[in-house]
């Protein structure tokens, strides 16, 4: 109940059912489904695990804390992002196993994709929230409009990150028929996107592909794909609709409407040591400039710089950079996993070149993607490294049931000819269980098959169903592995978000004075 609990949220959060269908808007959905999530979590067996556990929860309560008590308003900003809050923190509480967090990745694919289907089919007439008008109104930019993608920026940049989710979720390492069902969607992702018509979300997406063509790889085909990519891919981007204005951006009224925006986030961050408050950019804005020129932010990190100050920038770019340390220092032990890292990782890339020029910074989608990095952070956090390896691996062998046989809990007399005198937790501590290795033609499933001798035995030994190992897997996963050794912030890690922040803020100070500065 607690994983239906927390698809249901982002379904409220991020599809907006309740826009939809405007009578679900007085059962206060969001609330509702919350409540559920945070009860499930309490009556489900073994209840709530530790609560802050990783660098990522620790960072997330920091920012969270930030935005509360450096506004004036403190319990209007607690109504404002309490969902949120309870967000973040059950989504990590429910996503407790790997196949969990594999299946809420393509549940969040579908919420995407029905975004893009129903901006898509408003243009044949299938339009139950009047997105035609506004598409209309913004000279033929597709919109879906619902308050979150009403406006072609928003619904570009959210829709293109489907393609990397897409390679990895159903192309990567897939057999066939998996992938053809990838290749149905993702025209779907990448008409939605050409329709938008915006020249950010073709930017966030050439970086997501990028991305994703380049990681895992080596380094010599890195080196390939970026060169091509940097060369003929950016010399191809230049024939998508309206991305030729980048060339006169110092007289696009668009480009600098964003860099008065960005000049005055420069001003309210200089200003104010906590900036001028969560959810007071726009009206911070038209105060000092007039109804006039009255701009959004234009991009996350000015809006964060500017509502938050540079405390809350570098919360925010540390959350980014603590996701990114775990996804490059973990080290997984199958496919799914290795799907579920690399999928992770082409989020928060294409998250942190989309927040350049889209304010998602106060958007479920950011609250999502961390929480799914941190509960992906416990699961290998969970096979750390134990101090004595090799006491572990003794009692994980006691414990462990034999599938052979145990009787009272004692060790018994088990295997064939060579083996009678071992005990069974030594004996797992050489054979694992092999399905089906019956010789071919045998008369029965408890035929014998032969399998190599223990080691320092010149002998075959004979065992049903058993085939030699190093050591049971169920006893090595109690032993513990190298997955995840980091378990909290170090010096090294603020020092690196510090900078991360400066360089955030220098960035947003060239964009004003020197690339698209009149």
Not at 8 to 17: D, E, K, N, Q, T
Not at 173 to 181: D, G, L, S, T, Y
Not at 256 to 276: I, L, M, N, P, S
Request: glycine fraction near 8%.
């Amino acid at each position: 109940m607690d994983f239906a609990a927390i698809v249901a949220f982002s379904i409220v959060l991020y599809v907006r059912p309740q826009e939809i269908f405007p009578f679900l808007a007085s059962l206060r959905p969001a609330f509702v489904v919350l409540a559920w999530g945070g009860t499930a979590i309490f009556t489900r067996e073994g209840g709530v695990t530790k609560v802050l556990r990783t660098p990522h929860d620790w960072a997330m309560l920091a920012y969270f804390a930030w935005i509360v008590f450096t506004n004036d308003d403190k319990w209007g900003t607690w109504n404002k992002i309490y969902p949120f809050v309870g967000f973040y923190f059950i989504t990590v509480q429910a996503l407790n196993s790997m196949q969990r967090i594999y299946v809420f990745l393509y549940w969040w694919l579908g919420c995407i994709l029905f975004i893009a289907v129903m901006a898509l089919l408003s243009l044949v007439g299938i339009d139950p929230v009047g997105s035609a008008y506004v598409t209309a109104a913004s000279r033929g930019r597709l919109v879906f409009n619902t308050s979150l993608f009403n406006n072609a920026n928003a619904l570009g940049h959210s829709v293109i990150v489907a393609v990397p989710m897409i390679y990895f979720l159903l192309f990567w390492r897939r057999p066939v028929f998996i992938k053809e069902v990838g290749l149905a969607l993702l025209p779907v992702s990448l008409y939605c996107t050409f329709r938008t018509e915006s020249k950010g979300s073709f930017i966030s997406g050439f970086g997501a592909i990028l991305a994703t063509l380049t990681f895992g790889r080596p380094k010599l085909v890195q080196a390939a794909i970026l060169g091509l990519g940097l060369t003929a891919g950016w010399s191809a981007m230049t024939f998508l609709p309206r991305f030729g204005e980048l060339k006169t951006a110092n007289k696009d009224e668009a480009i600098q409407g964003r860099v008065e925006a960005f000049k005055f986030g420069r001003w309210a961050t200089d200003t104010f040591d906590y900036g001028v408050g969560y959810g007071n950019f726009y009206s911070a804005f038209l105060q000092k400039e007039g109804e006039e020129i009255a701009r959004a932010s234009h991009s996350s990190y000015n809006q964060v710089a500017a509502e938050l100050g540079k405390g809350g920038i570098l919360l925010f770019v540390g959350l980014m950079y603590l996701g990114l340390r775990t996804l490059f220092q973990s080290n997984t032990s199958n496919d799914l996993e290795e799907r579920v890292r690399r999928t992770l990782f082409c989020l928060i890339v294409s998250f942190g070149v989309s927040s350049w020029m889209i304010d998602f910074a106060f958007r479920a989608v950011f609250f999502v993607m961390i929480a799914l990095v941190a509960a992906f952070h416990r699961l290998l956090q969970d096979r750390a490294p134990v101090e004595s390896p090799e006491l572990a691996i003794d009692q994980a062998q006691r414990d462990e049931a034999n599938p052979v046989g145990s009787m009272g809990g004692e060790p018994i007399l088990i295997g064939g000819e060579g083996v009678a005198a071992m005990p069974n937790y030594t004996y797992l501590s050489h054979l694992k269980l092999v399905r089906g290795a019956a010789r071919a033609g045998s008369a029965g499933a408890s035929a014998m098959a032969p399998i190599a001798p223990l080691s320092g035995s010149i002998n075959t030994q004979t065992s049903n169903a058993y085939a030699p190992a190093a050591v049971d897997e169920k006893v090595m996963s109690a032993a513990g592995s190298t997955a995840m050794s980091w378990t909290r912030i170090g010096l090294v890690d603020c020092i690196i978000m510090y900078y991360l922040m400066r360089l955030t803020l220098y960035i947003r100070v060239y964009a004003i004075e020197d690339l698209f500065a009149a």
